[in-house]
């Protein structure tokens, strides 16, 4: 961290979704609430009560955690939930030097509203692709009126955080001023994440992430098809979700049960990959996928899909392999070239590592944001 510039000690993070979960904004609100809090700033996490099991307050991490109740009606909880958050905040308005939306929701919109109401800066980030496809900056519903209104409410934050190139590049076609832009990526915990030093006695291939349509999974087997048996390699799916047990069946149908296997949901993912050797990632949409960096981070080549974020975070032949999504002979050629090249694998994964310390690293993260959280953009 910089020790250069007064930190603000009061730090509220809000996220439009269930917390804690596996979720890729979830996540990094977790870690950098723990982080900061770790740092001596006094932090707060504020979310929806979505799970009834939940209790409305607790304290993860050593940091408090508050969830906004609401009647879970359609149409009108929304409406309510809205109400409420921006209630909290204006009673608030002096509590907070800096408030930190992750996922550009509904929230984040009542964020921006309130922002000239409040002494606290107002940060937003764009947690994914998924906003510009079916979320409120999709091209085809922003024209709408009401998703108008909230992107111009969203647009009242001091700065919209952008983790990649496309998300910047598709702010700015939808209206987003340069000024309140800021590019700042997904953060990754090195200690947590680091090579082994010991090279695995088979060739492990690992995906970790949610069985879902998105992430390509059916692509992913289909490429495992053409080279299972290479080099006595395994491929490992850690995660779980709506396309499992179709995926098995692919797996049973296509033969691929000895090579194969399905870990479910894994409580320690640093282990998993530690014991590894090539990472893939063969998603069709990402924004600056949690997953690819923390197995750069671990020391592994990765063979992703050329699609927003990856090729942010991957140097093509340098430090990992870029493929077209939906493309399963160019996943299984990047997985051949790296099982049949130890020592090429070898080097990216160790090139991958050194490019995540020195941009992805939480400090160098948390440094981005203070600045953030220390300006506020003129109105």
């Excluded at 990754?188 to 390509?216: E, L, N, T, W, Y």
């Excluded at 077209?324 to 997985?335: C, D, E, M, R, T």
Aim: with cysteine; aromatic share 6%.
């Amino acid at each position: 961290m910089n020790s250069e510039n007064p930190m603000p000690h009061r730090i509220l993070f809000v996220v439009d979704g269930r917390y804690p979960s596996t979720g890729g904004a979830e996540m990094q609100v977790r870690l950098l609430s723990r982080a900061f809090h770790a740092a001596g700033n006094r932090v707060e996490v504020l979310v929806p009560h979505l799970e009834p099991e939940r209790s409305l307050r607790e304290v993860i991490d050593g940091v408090p955690v508050e969830r906004i109740g609401y009647p879970k009606i359609k149409v009108f909880g929304a409406a309510f939930l809205c109400l409420r958050f921006a209630m909290l905040l204006l009673a608030r308005r002096r509590r907070y030097d800096a408030i930190h939306v992750h996922m550009a929701k509904n929230l984040a919109a009542i964020a921006g509203l309130v922002r000239p109401l409040l002494s606290a800066t107002v940060t937003t980030k764009i947690s994914g692709a998924w906003e510009f496809q079916g979320g409120i900056l999709d091209p085809a519903r922003r024209k709408r009126p009401f998703y108008r209104l909230l992107n111009r409410w969203v647009r009242g934050a001091d700065h919209i955080q952008c983790v990649s190139e496309y998300t910047r590049d598709m702010l700015r076609l939808a209206g987003y001023p340069d000024n309140r832009l800021a590019m700042i990526p997904n953060a990754v915990d090195m200690s947590r994440f680091r090579p082994s030093g010991v090279a695995p006695d088979s060739v492990k291939v690992v995906f970790v992430g949610r069985h879902v349509p998105v992430k390509g999974l059916d692509v992913l087997l289909a490429a495992w098809k053409e080279i299972a048996g290479l080099g006595g390699a395994r491929l490992f799916l850690a995660g779980d979700g709506p396309e499992r047990a179709r995926l098995v069946e692919l797996c049973r149908s296509w033969g691929l049960e000895s090579s194969v296997t399905f870990l479910g949901n894994v409580a320690d993912v640093p282990g998993l990959l530690t014991s590894s050797s090539i990472y893939v990632q063969p998603s069709y949409q990402e924004g600056l996928s949690n997953a690819v960096l923390e197995a750069m981070a671990s020391g592994l080549p990765v063979v992703a899909t050329r699609i927003s974020g990856n090729e942010d975070l991957i140097a093509d032949g340098e430090s990992g392999v870029l493929v077209p999504s939906g493309n399963s002979a160019a996943i299984a050629a990047a997985l051949r070239m790296l099982i049949e090249q130890p020592l090429t694998a070898q080097r990216m994964g160790r090139r991958g590592r050194e490019i995540i310390e020195s941009r992805f690293s939480l400090p160098a993260v948390m440094d981005k944001l203070m600045d953030a959280y220390r300006t506020a953009v003129p109105r």
